[in-house]
């Protein structure tokens, strides 16, 4: 069990810096179709886990509420939602193709602000892998070794591009190759530890755990509508990133069916 759990919360982490690795081997920032491409995948992803990986358990271990199986996903996800709204009001954070910065006022650096961007997208993520694999490590019946797998797996794949997302950019702007590679790592450093904290209270948590895996899907989709949805439509022919969510969406419910 312990050597699963550690390549589940390696894996997401490996996946951001496998993606941030690109800017050692490509010499042109992402064009705009490459990245409406990868947030739509990314985006997909998120949407599948969620329903698959999260809801649907949650409402499977509430079942002794019989009519009422369906309370904790729906309080659980609207305190994710809210969690989410309330990080992105306060952090100080800046999204790809905009001057403007969100949060509250700070002399941040731009590029601080773009990590931070991409860290408060990632932390949602990483929250949703140390849930799954808490309860994994409770014993909960309703979460397998194959399904804590497939979410860590989903999670790997998605981060693989948005690794390179933050990378790419910060090299074209003017940061050396390691330090854009160091700034993509350290955007997916909040993934495993967050996630090793949840597992080391995982008995805590056990009464409880309808309501937080509810709660990571409702932080994952607060991201997936707030940002990567307006992202992956910029601009004209929008529908490379529809087509790519759909991917990320079938990749993410296939693994799920298969490996849960």
């Given at each position: 069990?312990?050597?699963?759990?550690?390549?589940?919360?390696?894996?997401?982490?490996?996946?951001?810096?496998?993606?941030?690795?690109?800017?050692?081997?490509?010499?042109?920032?992402?064009?705009?179709?490459?990245?409406?491409?990868?947030?739509?995948?990314?985006?997909?992803v998120m949407v599948a886990a969620s329903v698959w990986s999260l809801l649907i358990p949650a409402m499977d271990q509430a079942s002794d509420k019989g009519r009422f199986s369906?309370?904790?996903?729906?309080?659980?996800?609207?305190?994710?939602?809210?969690f989410l709204l309330l990080l992105d009001c306060i952090i100080p954070h800046l999204h790809m193709d905009?001057?403007?910065?969100?949060?509250l006022p700070s002399k941040l650096t731009r590029t601080t602000m773009m990590v931070l961007a991409v860290?408060?997208?990632?932390?949602?993520?990483?929250?949703?892998?140390?849930?799954?694999?808490?309860?994994?490590?409770?014993?909960s019946a309703e979460v397998t070794a194959g399904g804590a797998f497939a979410l860590a797996l989903g999670i790997a794949i998605q981060n693989f591009p948005e690794g390179a997302i933050i990378s790419m950019p910060l090299f074209a702007g003017g940061k050396s190759r390691s330090k854009a590679f160091a700034s993509g790592v350290l955007s997916g450093a909040v993934e495993p530890v967050g996630a090793a904290l949840t597992i080391a209270f995982a008995g805590l948590f056990l009464p409880a755990m309808p309501y937080l895996m509810s709660f990571a899907a409702g932080a994952m989709m607060y991201?997936?509508?707030?940002?990567?949805?307006?992202?992956?439509?910029?601009?004209e022919h929008s529908n490379i990133g529809v087509i790519m969510f759909s991917a990320?969406?079938?990749?993410?419910?296939?693994?799920?069916?298969a490996l849960g």
């Open positions: 069990m312990k050597s699963e759990i550690i390549t589940g919360l390696a894996l997401p982490f490996a996946g951001t810096a496998l993606g941030s690795a690109c800017v050692f081997f490509m010499k042109r920032r992402l064009g705009r179709s490459v990245r409406r491409a990868l947030t739509g995948f990314a985006s997909g369906f309370l904790p996903a729906v309080i659980g996800f609207w305190c994710g939602v809210l905009s001057d403007k910065a969100e949060g860290t408060l997208h990632n932390l949602p993520e990483g929250m949703a892998v140390g849930i799954v694999y808490a309860g994994f490590v409770s014993g991201v997936v509508v707030e940002e990567l949805i307006p992202e992956m439509s910029q601009g990320g969406f079938t990749l993410m419910m296939a693994l799920d069916v």
